[in-house]
């Protein structure tokens, strides 16, 4: 069999080779699950609109999915279709989260000698926030950046407990005035993230 063909560090290395493929199927197919209903709403309004219309079709039949459509029409979301000279405020808005997020991941990058290290069960929270944070500089309204990360990445706020003095200070401060200044300025229609 295997044991006598390879020895025992030949199974261990089958092992986790089988092991990591049952992960990755198993990662695979909870991402198809989340993503199912996604599609399957953007599929019934393709058929419900797109498919028998009397003349022409809207705007958004030709691009597949509406929301990505809506997205870019009305709000400039695109890959760097945000990045205009005059959207440098919204850029200085977002520049604390980013920087924070930043910190966070090249902290965390840091802590590993190898690559192969890097994947363990923390690396899903960090992978996430620097995704998201990726994503959103990239092909966002980068203004709603600093809502979209705190909602979304509570690793956030726990990274933020380990820092030290005086950064620790500067982002409670940041925080804080966040949750004020955005209670404020957001429901009044301000350019707050």
Not at 11 to 26: G, N, P
Not at 37 to 56: E, K, N, R
Not at 157 to 176: M, S
């Given at each position: 069999?295997?044991?006598?063909?390879?020895?025992?560090?030949?199974?261990?290395?089958?092992?986790?080779?089988?092991?990591?493929?049952?992960?990755?199927?198993?990662?695979?197919?909870?991402?198809?699950?989340?993503?199912?209903?996604?599609?399957?709403?953007?599929?019934?309004?393709?058929?419900?609109?797109?498919?028998?219309?009397?003349?022409?079709?809207?705007?958004?039949?030709?691009?597949?999915?509406?929301?990505?459509?809506?997205?870019?029409?009305?709000?400039?979301?695109?890959?760097?279709?945000?990045?205009?000279?005059?959207?440098?405020?919204?850029?200085?808005?977002?520049?604390?989260?980013?920087?924070?997020?930043?910190?966070?991941?090249?902290?965390?990058?840091?802590?590993?000698?190898?690559?192969?290290?890097?994947?363990?069960?923390?690396?899903?929270?960090?992978?996430?926030?620097?995704?998201?944070?990726?994503?959103?500089?990239?092909?966002?309204?980068?203004?709603?950046?600093?809502?979209?990360?705190?909602?979304?990445?509570?690793?956030?706020?726990?990274?933020?407990?380990?820092?030290?003095?005086p950064l620790d200070l500067l982002v409670i401060c940041y925080f804080v005035l966040f949750a004020v200044a955005g209670t404020v300025l957001h429901p009044t229609f301000y350019p707050w993230t």
């Amino acid at each position: 069999g295997i044991n006598a063909e390879y020895g025992d560090e030949g199974v261990q290395v089958w092992q986790e080779r089988r092991l990591s493929l049952f992960r990755l199927t198993k990662t695979l197919l909870a991402a198809a699950i989340i993503i199912a209903p996604f599609y399957l709403f953007q599929q019934y309004f393709a058929i419900l609109y797109c498919g028998s219309t009397v003349g022409s079709p809207p705007e958004w039949c030709t691009h597949g999915i509406s929301y990505g459509h809506i997205q870019r029409h009305y709000w400039s979301n695109g890959l760097f279709l945000y990045w205009e000279a005059k959207q440098l405020p919204n850029f200085h808005l977002a520049a604390p989260i980013l920087l924070l997020v930043g910190l966070l991941t090249a902290d965390y990058l840091r802590r590993f000698a190898n690559l192969a290290d890097l994947v363990t069960r923390d690396s899903v929270g960090y992978g996430h926030v620097t995704c998201l944070a990726l994503i959103g500089v990239l092909t966002m309204n980068v203004q709603v950046l600093t809502r979209f990360l705190i909602s979304s990445c509570p690793l956030i706020f726990l990274y933020a407990t380990r820092l030290q003095k005086p950064l620790d200070l500067l982002v409670i401060c940041y925080f804080v005035l966040f949750a004020v200044a955005g209670t404020v300025l957001h429901p009044t229609f301000y350019p707050w993230t």
